[in-house]
Structures are given as structure tokens and as C-alpha cells.
């Protein structure tokens, strides 16, 4: 069983860093490719990122190409999405979701688990 919970997100001004982590309290977090995703209010669920089983491939959303970086400990259980240069448009919820298996997607539909969400707010 997956359990995510992330953490991280806050207020930040534009230009600024922050850095989510999601964990997973389960023990087959190995089993699972992980994917960023975002939400804004009042807009459709936004694909970020997304990391393999064992991190060496990754794949980025072109909103976020060059200024994030999706990265995993599996020995702590945790995906991790360093956020640099953050803009006022980054501003949402943000995500985690696990998939079983080597596959990883930027649809949303394709994962089945999710942590609760982390806000992000990026003032201008």
C-alpha cells in the first residue's frame, strides 16, 4: 500500500526556491514511478514531472523545463521536486502520485495513488 504525504510548499517570492518532498509510509515505494502534479484554482489538474523507479530517467512539463528538478531517495522513501526561479504562474497545489511499475506518464489518470497536496503561492 502507497501512502504519500507531501510537504514543502509555502510563500515565496518570485525568483525564489522551494523544495516538496512527498514520502511514502508503505515499503515498495521502489515499485513505483512518481509524478509531480499541479492545480490552480479554478483550472484542470497540470502535469510537472515525473521520475522512473530508480530516478535515472526523468521527464518535465515545458512550463517548468530548466527551473525544476525531480529527483528520489528510495532508500528514504522520498520524491523530491526542487523549485527554482519560481514565477507568480507557478502558484497551485502541488501533487504527488505513485504508478506501479517502470512507466511513467503525464497523465494524471494514469496514477492511482496521491498525497493530499501541498499549496505553493508565488508573489509577484
Known amino acids: 500500500q502507497v501512502q504519500l504525504v507531501e510537504s514543502g510548499g509555502g510563500l515565496v517570492q518570485a525568483g525564489g526556491s522551494l523544495r516538496l518532498s512527498c514520502a511514502d509510509s508503505?515499503?515498495?515505494?521502489?515499485?513505483?514511478?512518481m509524478g509531480w502534479f499541479r492545480q490552480a484554482p479554478g483550472q484542470e489538474r497540470e502535469f510537472v514531472s515525473a521520475?522512473?523507479?530508480?530516478?535515472?530517467?526523468?521527464y518535465y512539463a515545458d512550463s517548468v523545463k530548466g527551473r525544476f528538478t525531480v529527483s528520489r531517495d528510495n532508500s528514504k522513501n522520498t520524491v523530491y521536486l526542487q523549485m527554482n526561479s519560481l514565477k507568480p504562474e507557478d502558484t497551485a497545489v502541488y501533487y504527488c502520485?505513485?504508478?506501479?511499475?517502470?512507466?511513467?506518464?503525464?497523465?494524471?489518470?494514469?496514477?492511482?495513488?496521491w498525497g493530499p497536496g501541498t499549496r505553493v503561492t508565488v508573489s509577484s
Open positions: 502520485a505513485a504508478r506501479r511499475g517502470m512507466s511513467f506518464y503525464s497523465d494524471y489518470i494514469r496514477y492511482s495513488y
Open positions: 508503505g515499503r515498495t515505494f521502489s515499485y513505483y514511478s
Open positions: 521520475i522512473s523507479l530508480s530516478g535515472d530517467r526523468t
